[in-house]
Structures are given as C-alpha cells and as structure tokens.
C-alpha cells in the first residue's frame, strides 16, 4: 500500500516553517525518485533479524539491504548516549540516504522515554540531511513488543 497522508503540523523556527506529516502505509514501498535523508527504525540491541513481519525483513527482501551488515560498519555509534546509530551513506537505487537504527536497551524506563532519546541524536545528523526529510514507523513495536511479550520483559 503506497504512503496516504493522514494528517500535519507546521510549526515556525528560527530556519522557517517545518512540518510533522503522519502517513499511513509501508514506508519500505518508496521509490528511489522518492528519496529520504534518513529512514529510522528499532531493533532489540545486536538483533538485526530479517523477519517477515519486520521493517527489517522487508528492507532486506526489497531492497537486499542487510541491517546487520549496516551494523558492523556504522558512520556514527550513538547507542552509549542516545541509543542508537546510524549507516554511512546507502547505494543509490535505495530511497533513503541513511538509516539510523535505535535499539531499545534502557531498563526501567517507558517506552516514550526510550523513544525520545532518538529524537535527540538528531541534533548532531542535521548536516547529514539534504532536504530535511525523515521517515520512520512507530519505533519500538511490532517484533519487539511480541519478543518482549514472549520473554516476560
């Protein structure tokens, strides 16, 4: 299903005018003319399993982009601070420029406080980005709710 828009917020800064789009649909169904600075998403620390029902599994199934491989050769490794990192630059004929992974290791906290780290490591990639343009699902759920679940975590 392509990406349908559901709704926005603009708000001013100090650069102009930006805007929070919420899309529904598969964010790995993009084209490489729809290109992205960055594509955001989760995983268990060190679990870069490709499964069916994962964003993972999908980038490796349509694009043969291998997370793990992406992993033992990162641009940047801010899981100490932020916990997460991000790809150096992928191949061109994939719609997004970079990915950044983040990987949900805090104990005792919320996921919303897990989550808002992210958010945070954004700050130093800003030079990383061309357009300004970030696409992500809802970190932290699918597979590793249902891993959680099935660990009693």
């Known amino acids: 299903m392509p990406l349908r828009f559901v709704d926005k917020i603009e708000f001013s800064t100090e650069s102009g005018t930006k805007a929070v789009e919420l899309l529904y649909g598969d964010i790995t169904l993009l084209s490489p003319e729809?290109?992205?600075d960055l594509i955001m998403i989760s995983a268990?620390?060190?679990?870069?399993?490709?499964s069916n029902t994962s964003v993972i599994g999908a980038l490796k199934k349509r694009f043969g982009l291998e997370v793990s491989r992406l992993a033992e050769d990162?641009?940047?490794?801010?899981?100490?601070?932020?916990?997460?990192?991000?790809?150096?630059p992928l191949p061109e004929n994939i719609p997004y420029r970079r990915l950044l992974c983040f990987e949900n290791t805090r104990t005792g906290?919320?996921?919303?406080?897990s989550v808002k780290s992210v958010f945070k490591?954004?700050?130093?990639?800003?030079?990383l980005f061309?357009?300004?343009?970030?696409?992500?699902?809802?970190?932290?759920?699918?597979?590793?709710?249902r891993n959680l679940v099935l660990l009693n975590i």
């Open 34 to 36: 729809e290109k992205v």
């Open 44 to 50: 268990v620390r060190g679990a870069y399993v490709p």
């Open 74 to 88: 990162k641009e940047e490794d801010f899981r100490q601070q932020f916990y997460c990192w991000w790809s150096k």
């Open 109 to 113: 906290a919320s996921p919303q406080q």
């Open 121 to 127: 490591a954004l700050v130093p990639a800003t030079s």
């Open 130 to 145: 061309s357009n300004g343009v970030i696409i992500s699902p809802l970190l932290s759920t699918g597979d590793q709710v």
